[in-house]
C-alpha cells in the first residue's frame, strides 16, 4: 500500500476531490485511493493507493502447497520491514496509474512511504491453487442441517466474507420478524442490494473498547502519522473515565 501526503490548502474544491474514496473496479487495471485524513488550511491530509497489478502493489507470488513446502523469498523479510523506496519503479507505476484515473492528485499528491504485506488466496479445485483470483466471490449458501435452521455462507475473500455475514444477519432478522436491511437497487452490492453505505453509517460496535496508547501503538507500529488517532473522542458513553480513541472520521 502507498502511503501519500495530502499537502495542506484552502482549496476548497480540491480538498472536497481528495476527501473520499474511490475504487475504479477494472481488473488488474484498476485503481484504488482512500483519503484517510482530509487536509485542511492549516494541517496534512493522508491517503492512501492501491494499484491492483502485478506492475503495481502486487510485487511477487509464492504458490504453497503438499507438493511444495518451500519457505517464501529471502527478501520477503526485508521488503515487509522496508517497504519500497519512493522512488522505486513500482512505485512509480502505483502513482502514474492513480494519476489516470484520479487526476487531481497529480502535481499535488506526495509520497510517504509504500509498506509491503502479504495476502493469500485460497486453492480451490477451481482456481489453479490459488492462481486464478476471479473465484474469490460469494459461494452459494449450504443448508448443514437436515431440519434447514442453519445456513453456511461462505467466501474465500475477506471483503466479501464481510459482505456474507451482512447477507446472513440480514435474511437471520428477516425470518425472525425483525425487518431487515436497507437496499438499494442501483448501487447495492451482493445478490441482495444491500445499501452498504447506510448500514455502514449505523453499524456501532458498543462492546469494542481501545485504549488511546494501543491506538497510537499500532500507528507507530505501522509507520502512519501519529495524529490520524483522535484521542479527544469518547466513543461509548459507558466508559466516561477513560477517552476511547477512533480514526479521524471524514
Not at 449450504?142 to 474465500?156: E, N
Request: glycine share 6%; charged share 25%; hydrophobic share 35%.
Amino acid at each position: 500500500m502507498t502511503y501519500v501526503r495530502l499537502p495542506k490548502t484552502t482549496d476548497k474544491e480540491k480538498i472536497h476531490q481528495v476527501s473520499r474514496l474511490n475504487f475504479t473496479l477494472q481488473g488488474d487495471g484498476g485503481c484504488m485511493f482512500a483519503c484517510i485524513l482530509p487536509p485542511t488550511a492549516t494541517e496534512d491530509g493522508y491517503g492512501a493507493i492501491y494499484y491492483p497489478s502485478e506492475k503495481g502493489s502486487q510485487l511477487q507470488k509464492h504458490l504453497y502447497d503438499k507438493s511444495n513446502t518451500s519457505p517464501p523469498p529471502k527478501d520477503w523479510e526485508k521488503l515487509i520491514k522496508n517497504g519500497l523506496p519512493n522512488d522505486h519503479p513500482h512505485v512509480t507505476a502505483i502513482m502514474q496509474q492513480a494519476y489516470r484515473y484520479y487526476p487531481f492528485l497529480e502535481n499535488y499528491a506526495e509520497v510517504d512511504k509504500t509498506l509491503c504485506r502479504t495476502v493469500f488466496n485460497a486453492a480451490t479445485e477451481d482456481s489453479n491453487l490459488g492462481l486464478e483470483r476471479r473465484v474469490r466471490g460469494i459461494i452459494d449458501a449450504d443448508v448443514i442441517t437436515d431440519d434447514g435452521h442453519i445456513t453456511a455462507f461462505r467466501s474465500p475473500k475477506w471483503t466479501n466474507a464481510e459482505l456474507v455475514a451482512l447477507i446472513a444477519a440480514d435474511q437471520a432478522m428477516q425470518a425472525l420478524g425483525a425487518g431487515q436491511f436497507p437496499k438499494n437497487s442501483e448501487h447495492g452490492f451482493g445478490p441482495t442490494n444491500l445499501d452498504i453505505e447506510q448500514i455502514s453509517q449505523d453499524l456501532n460496535f458498543r462492546t469494542v473498547k481501545m485504549d488511546v496508547e494501543d491506538a497510537l501503538d499500532y500507528a507507530r507500529k505501522n509507520q502512519l502519522p501519529e495524529r490520524l488517532v483522535d484521542p479527544t473522542i469518547e466513543q461509548f458513553k459507558e466508559t466516561p473515565a477513560r477517552a476511547v480513541p477512533r480514526l479521524r472520521q471524514l
